[in-house]
């Protein structure tokens, strides 16, 4: 049985070393291919920790994180996630940004990653002034040769739960690929939808 809980702001304290451990576990696969440190991990978060508003909800197994989803105010996060909605008119002030969904391998399939979205809507629809939920997915050449054969793009997905690919609202993050000597700049692209006014 799969329980899930919320934990707002620095709630997630005690669990942030299981969720960067699963954050470095999971990225590691193809796309993202990231090879990250725990170092790394207790900075990306500490703006979660920081944020009075940001939402993490966690997926135990037992005693064990096996899954997380993340959300936090864009207005709480670093310009570099900002700089795009500003570019395109979107004020930073009416967006929450989605950061993850992440699950062991085993645990996928099962209807989780829709719970995800639902329970960072919810939280996000409670916050006041929000009126656009956004994450961002890392881009790829489709004949990319480190792209798992078996792989599926959740692109269907993010599409049948209300989210617009959006290639006018790109970032640039920098970290290490596990085929990298030292890490450099990707493109990632955002996915957006928008809600009435509460
Ligand atoms: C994203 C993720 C959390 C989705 O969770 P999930 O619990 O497997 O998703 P669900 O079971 O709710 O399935 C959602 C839909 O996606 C489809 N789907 C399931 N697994 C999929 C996969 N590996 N690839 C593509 N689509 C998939 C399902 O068919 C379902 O669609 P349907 O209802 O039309 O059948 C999970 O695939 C994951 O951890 N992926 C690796 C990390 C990642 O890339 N995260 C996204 C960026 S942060």
Not at 3 to 8: A, E, G, S, V, Y
Request: net charge negative; charged share 25%.
């Amino acid at each position: 049985m799969i329980r899930l809980q919320n934990f707002i702001g620095s709630e997630m304290e005690p669990h942030l070393e299981a969720l960067g451990g699963l954050r470095i576990r999971v990225f590691r696969e193809y796309p993202y291919l990231y090879d990250g440190s725990l170092e790394y991990e207790r900075e990306y978060l500490q703006t979660y920790l920081n944020s009075v508003d940001s939402c993490v909800v966690l997926a135990f197994d037992e005693d064990q994180v096996v899954g997380a989803t993340t959300c936090i105010p864009l207005s709480h996060e670093g310009s570099e996630f900002q700089e795009p909605f500003i570019r395109v008119g979107i004020p930073v002030g009416e967006v929450c940004y989605f950061g993850e969904s992440i699950l062991l391998p085993r645990y996928r399939g099962q209807g989780l990653g829709k719970v995800f979205f639902q329970l960072r809507e919810a939280h996000a629809r409670s916050l006041p002034g929000i009126r656009t939920t956004a994450f961002c997915a890392v881009d790829r050449l489709a004949n990319d040769p480190r792209r798992p054969l078996d792989y599926r793009p959740l692109d269907g997905f993010w599409t049948s739960q209300g989210y617009q690919r959006r290639p006018d609202l790109q970032a640039h993050f920098v970290w290490k690929e596990t085929t990298e000597e030292v890490p450099t700049s990707k493109t990632l692209t955002f996915w957006i939808k928008s809600w009435p006014a509460l």
